[in-house]
Nanobody, 120 residues
Framework: QVHVVESGGGLVQAGGSLRLSCLASGSIVSIHAMGWYRQVPGKQRELVASITSGGSTNYANSVKGRFTISRDNTKNSAYLQMASLKPEDTAVYSC??????????????WGQGTQVTVSS
């Protein structure tokens, strides 16, 4: 079994910063892409940023230049540094990890999510 846990959400004023962390644990052989997604009530979940095992990154246009995704493969972790936050960034942020398990299956695992609220 694989578990993905996010941390670091909270309440911040517009213009402020937050750093989210994502830790994957369990029967992991390797982690391929990791990504941060967000969702607000009544809307579809959207990709915020993703990073491959080699470090290639991809960002939603709405966060380019403000958010930075990174990962530490030795810790099975990914991070999302968010700066210049806007009220429209308010959402539940979830981490996704594409994992090859010790049973040689390759699956995507989700965390429970962490709330980010940006006040104006």
């Amino acid at each position: 079994q694989v578990h993905v846990v996010e941390s670091g959400g909270g309440l911040v004023q517009a213009g402020g910063s937050l750093r989210l962390s994502c830790l994957a644990s369990g029967s992991i052989v390797s982690i391929h892409a990791m990504g941060w997604y967000r969702q607000v009530p009544g809307k579809q979940r959207e990709l915020v940023a993703s990073i491959t095992s080699g470090g290639s990154t991809n960002y939603a246009n709405s966060v380019k230049g403000r958010f930075t995704i990174s990962r530490d493969n030795t810790k099975n972790s990914a991070y999302l540094q968010m700066a210049s936050l806007k009220p429209e960034d308010t959402a539940v942020y979830s981490c996704n990890a594409e994992v090859t398990t010790r049973y040689w299956s390759r699956l995507a695992y989700w965390g429970q999510g962490t709330q980010v609220t940006v006040s104006s």
